[in-house]
């Protein structure tokens, strides 16, 4: 409690919180877009717009927000148009963001331990200014995140579902794009830019571990990646180490404990229930119980009856509602 006397630890306490809230709510649309990574290119190129703010005696937060919306406008789009690969692109944004950030960074006539406290984050000496700014681009995020979390999980699964659904696939994926890029620039003082992809990847790889649904799944991992947030800056504090460092390490901690409890639980349920069909636990949070047509009653994990499906018809429970395939089409009772 005697670090809440400091008005420095109160503003990198409030900056923790809403970073390990709003990394996670993104990096959970990323990690199901298979684009872990995105966060590292956005945040080489964020480096960028970190050194135009010194050159220019701008707010380096400022311009770093802008100049990696806009590198995550032009990474959506290439990979849209399909003119390169997701890969090839992000490749462009991590060598010509860190090295256009070094170069600009010189010519403004600033030294590399300059650099240093937004590559690997500095959040005790964070502004009242940048402080209540992050506060502000964080909220914008999380409101979207969660707000909007059916239309964004229909995307992110399955773009050909979403396409025939009616939604804009490439309008909320490029609002994914920019989201990710808003947070990186938030949380490059919490962490630092170049470890902020792992606060918005490990706490959604260990929520994973543990839930069987994308909502539990996305709450579970903000919740951890908020806990890690507020742990690694109040033990820097004391230790007097690194905050990012010790936040990424305390995320990643999580993990280890997490995995072999994920592996139990998942073994548990193959046993009680061997003739469910697994799914992936964070795509669908769902399972299939197959049952036999000609039964009179439903099987379950305990009827003790073999699950069966006949011929080309399948009667199945999905979510509580009973549904039938026949031959290829379906229906629902």
Excluded: K
Aim: proline share 3%; glycine share 10%; aromatic share 6%.
């Amino acid at each position: 409690m005697n670090l809440l006397a400091y008005d420095f630890m109160v503003r990198a306490l409030l900056g923790a919180v809403f970073t390990g809230l709003a990394a996670p709510a993104v990096g959970t649309y990323l990690v199901q877009r298979r684009l872990a990574l995105m966060g590292d290119g956005i945040g080489h190129i964020a480096v960028t717009g970190v050194a135009l703010g010194l050159l220019t005696g701008s707010s380096p937060t400022v311009t770093a927000v802008i100049v990696a919306v806009v590198g995550a406008v032009v990474l959506e789009t290439i990979r849209a148009q399909g003119r390169t690969s997701g890969d090839v692109a992000l490749a462009l944004l991590f060598y010509g963001g860190i090295a256009g950030g070094v170069l600009i960074t010189g010519l403004a006539g600033q030294s590399a331990a300059t650099l240093n406290t937004y590559l690997f984050g500095s959040i005790t000496t964070i502004s009242p200014a940048d402080v209540w700014l992050t506060v502000a681009l964080a909220a914008v995020v999380l409101v979207v995140a969660t707000g909007l979390a059916p239309q964004l999980f229909a995307v992110a699964q399955d773009q050909e579902f979403a396409r025939v659904a009616g939604l804009n696939v490439r309008a909320y994926n490029l609002l994914v794009s920019v989201m990710a890029a808003v947070t990186v620039t938030v949380a490059m003082r919490t962490v630092g830019l170049l470890l902020v992809s792992a606060l918005m990847v490990v706490p959604v790889a260990t929520a994973q571990q543990v839930t069987r649904g994308f909502r539990s799944t996305l709450f579970a991992a903000m919740a951890l990646g908020t806990l890690a947030s507020l742990t690694g800056v109040t033990f820097s504090a004391y230790v007097n180490v690194a905050p990012g460092a010790t936040i990424v390490l305390i995320a990643l901690a999580g993990f280890v404990l997490a995995w072999p409890v994920g592996l139990a639980l998942r073994s548990r349920r193959r046993a009680a229930a061997p003739f469910l069909e697994q799914h992936d636990d964070f795509a669908i949070g769902a399972e299939h119980t197959v049952v036999p047509e000609e039964h009179g009653h439903r099987h379950g994990s305990e009827c003790g009856h073999p699950a069966v499906p006949h011929g080309d018809h399948v009667d199945y429970v999905h979510d509580g509602h009973r549904h039938a395939v026949h031959g290829g089409h379906y229906d629902e009772h």
